[in-house]
């Protein structure tokens, strides 16, 4: 087998985003440590400098100096931002998508209208690997509407497959199905769920089906499209780079428009918003699932973000998001699997995340971050590792799998507390 570090070099030479990796403020003043090594661009991504920029123009030459005449312009920008992710990343139409509110937010509003529109089904299927926001909104919105919620037992490691997705429909009543929701890439194992057989599953059962993108977005491809998808929501603060709270996107299917209605009747949503008209009349548009004022300035950050993403475009992102796994499948077969790290994770094409198992998994994480490589932790017992295709390099994925071949070897990560902190 070719020696690991050269196989690294040569992949970042011929790395066709190589450069993006300027776009972003890597400096040592952003960093505790020089040579820190950033192994978490799928909980916060990194600052693009276009973000900076676009920051000092917002707060100067716009909110500084225009005030509230801004307004004309920035009433667009949750509309030109949802253009530029349908178009940029998602692979839909202009249209069917629109920046705002939060992906937990959103997924409430989509799936309170989905069961509106399945009036006389009781039953919304998702899994128990779901992210816990989405299994709390799905909780809510069966209990206030009086619906079954059926969960998937997942396997953590392998993700909900489709054949799950068909057993769970075949256990409910014909007909019984109103929503089946679940996210695309799975926040723990980096799973991908064919999105295209699950959505024609809940097409045949006669559901709707909505996807959290969370973890897709600016990493892996969407086929919403070839899927023909109803609904999806997702976030910015990640591989889009939007910054730390960045708004969450909705996108829902063009034909879909006129008959959804969310829960949330704002005057953002309404037709001849300015004319302040008593009675709800939502536009014919996608613009009908937004609620209220556009956060502009959190706005202008997750535009910028998306726009890296754009240019990159979502062919090369996902070769490199492939590459990158399975250059890091090749260092924990070699270096971490002799150790006692498990794969928990599948083999093959995945989300741009590696999770290993490990007991001491909490111990090893504070070991590594010590060590300057920063992975997330996540329950039970396993360390995230995630690879920005926009800018991790191979040679960084290298550096951090060496540094925890020597904690594990070394078994340094002991001296760690057991006890987890708030965040983790
Ligand atoms: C897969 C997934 N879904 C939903 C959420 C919730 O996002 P928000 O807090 O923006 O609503 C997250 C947050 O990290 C996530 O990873």
Known sequence: MKDLFAQAKELDAADPLAEFRDRFVISPAAAPQKDLIYLDGNSLGRLPKATRERMRTALDDEWGAELVRGWDHWITLAREAGDALATGVLGVDPGEALLCDTASINLYKLAEAACDARPGRTVIITDDDNFPSDQYVLQGVAQRRGLRLEVIRADLDRGTTTEDVAA????????????ISLQHVAYRSGNVADMVAVTRLAHDAGALVLWDLCHSAGAVPTPLREAAADLAVGCTYKHLN????????????????EQLRQPIWGWFGQTDQFAMGFDYRPVPAIERFQVSTTPVL??????????????????????????????AEQLFDAWLAPHGLELASPRGDRGAHITLHHPAAWQLCQAWKAAGVIPDFRTPDRLRIGFAPLYTTFAEIHEGFARLRTIVESRSYEAFPVERSRVT
Do not use: N
Request: aromatic residues 8%; charged residues 15%; positive net charge.
């Open 168 to 179: 769970a429909i075949a256990r409910c009543a014909p007909d019984s199905v109103a929503l």
């Open 242 to 257: 939007g910054g730390p709270g960045a708004p969450g996107f909705l996108y829902v299917r063009g034909d879909l428009h």
């Open 298 to 327: 959190a706005g202008y950050a997750a535009l910028e973000g998306i726009r890296v993403t754009q240019a990159a475009g979502m062919d090369r992102i996902w070769a490199k998001t492939r590459a990158m796994g399975a250059y």
